[in-house]
């Protein structure tokens, strides 16, 4: 009897092996279908780190002091299964017209973005940079959910490819 326990054991062993050893992964990314190199993705990502909704827009949590506030909005993210050897610039746009009807587009004067959205850079070695902006919220009101819309607009070229899902991006934020 304990001879069946063992083979059954061993019979499980093996099959797990040879059933999950097609998997390759390589720093979080996995290319099951081939064993070659995909092509290179760019995609926002939300403050989790999570693939961006197109469709809904991610709450970013503000602080009632001080006035202005240095808020992380997300990622952009470089997906490939090697890392990048040259900076990767990428550009962004805001589309704040296509916002949904619930959300008020964010005052241009109520902000300023860290880096400029058309000069976001991957820089070589990394896989993600920052959307980051300053806000001023004295200017705003308090009982508004704002809102921003992202959408990749030039992925910087070298055959670089925007994420078929992730490539808008909506955040909305609230004055406590």
Request: charged share 15%.
């Amino acid at each position: 009897m304990k001879f069946n326990s063992y083979l059954r054991i061993i019979y499980i062993v093996v099959a797990a092996f040879s059933l999950t050893g097609c998997l390759k992964e390589h720093n979080g990314f996995s290319n099951t279908v081939q064993n070659e190199q995909p092509a290179n993705v760019v995609e926002l990502l939300r403050i989790n780190q999570r693939l961006a909704s197109p469709t809904a827009a991610t709450a970013v949590p503000l602080a009632a002091n001080p006035v202005e506030e240095n808020i992380l909005l997300g990622y952009v993210r470089f997906g490939s299964l090697t890392l990048p050897t040259s900076p990767v610039k990428i550009k962004l746009k805001l589309n704040n017209a296509a916002l949904p009807a619930a959300l008020t587009p964010l005052p241009a004067t109520a902000y300023t973005f860290i880096t400029p959205l058309d000069n976001i850079t991957i820089e070589p070695g990394k896989r993600m940079a920052e959307i980051r902006i300053v806000i001023k919220k004295n200017l705003l009101t308090s009982a508004v959910n704002y809102g921003l819309r992202f959408e990749i607009e030039d992925t910087g070229g070298d055959g670089n490819l925007p994420h078929s899902l992730a490539r808008v991006y909506m955040v909305s934020v609230k004055v406590p």
